[in-house]
């Protein structure tokens, strides 16, 4: 069973600054999934990423594979990117695990 | 090309009653996955299914729970005789191929009163 950890599980920070959240998993896998959820909405998967690192506008997420962490980064942060972060490693038949998730508040 | 499509988006049932939960995967996705949210909690596995197929289960609670995906029409989770402690949000996944790709929808809110 993998173990998923995710740090810090409350972030409140000041518009404009930089943040990051990271996972740790404990079993080897095939892809890793950084989801977001707006409280009461639904799940937007941002990235699934299985080596290396991407970036979709101010969002960018890296994976060590060997080191089983991931990083998921906010440049220039908002108050409308104020929502839960989960990471969710997949591993072959066991589908995904979801960390309990990076509650970000940006503050104007 | 329509996402996960998941329909009621909210339900409210009384205790006691059966609750319905659709769930219409993206065109080509053969595979399919739902996860419960309880209130406060992360989001926790519950079944997988293929076209016709339960492939796991063991995130199910063994009784009232039942899952299906027929090969015409959508995925169903069903919940029979529903109990306050149902009330959670329902999330179902769909993928292409195992463990590649997922695409989640937006979730039915169950409250049972």
């Known amino acids: 069973k993998n173990e998923v950890e995710q740090s810090p599980q409350n972030l409140t920070a000041q518009e404009g600054e930089f943040i990051t959240i990271n996972c740790s998993y404990s079993v080897g896998i095939s892809a890793l999934h950084w989801l977001q959820q707006h409280p009461g909405g639904g799940i937007v998967s941002l990235f699934m990423?299985?080596?290396g690192k991407k970036k979709h506008g101010r969002l960018i997420a890296t994976i060590n594979i060997q080191e089983k962490h991931s990083s998921l980064h906010i440049t220039a942060s908002h108050p409308r990117d104020s929502a839960v972060y989960i990471c969710a490693p997949a591993s072959g038949a066991d589908g995904l695990t979801f960390g309990k998730g990076t509650h970000l508040i940006i503050q104007p | 090309n329509a996402g996960v499509m998941q329909n009621p988006r909210h339900l409210v049932r009384r205790r006691g009653q059966e609750a319905r939960l659709r769930c219409s995967p993206m065109k080509g996705h053969s595979h399919v996955y739902w996860y419960r949210q309880l209130p406060e909690e992360g989001l926790k596995f519950m079944v997988y299914?293929?076209?016709?197929?339960?492939?796991?289960e063991s995130g199910m609670p063994k009784e009232r729970f039942s899952a299906e995906f027929p090969k015409e029409g959508p995925s169903i989770l069903r919940i029979q005789q529903v109990v306050r402690g149902d009330s959670a949000a329902y999330f179902c996944?769909?993928?292409?191929?195992?463990?590649?790709?997922?695409?989640f929808g937006s979730g039915t809110r169950l409250t049972v009163v």
């Open positions: 990423l299985s080596s």
């Open positions: 299914l293929q076209k016709e197929n339960i492939i796991d």
């Open positions: 996944a769909s993928s292409p191929e195992i463990d590649y790709g997922y695409t």
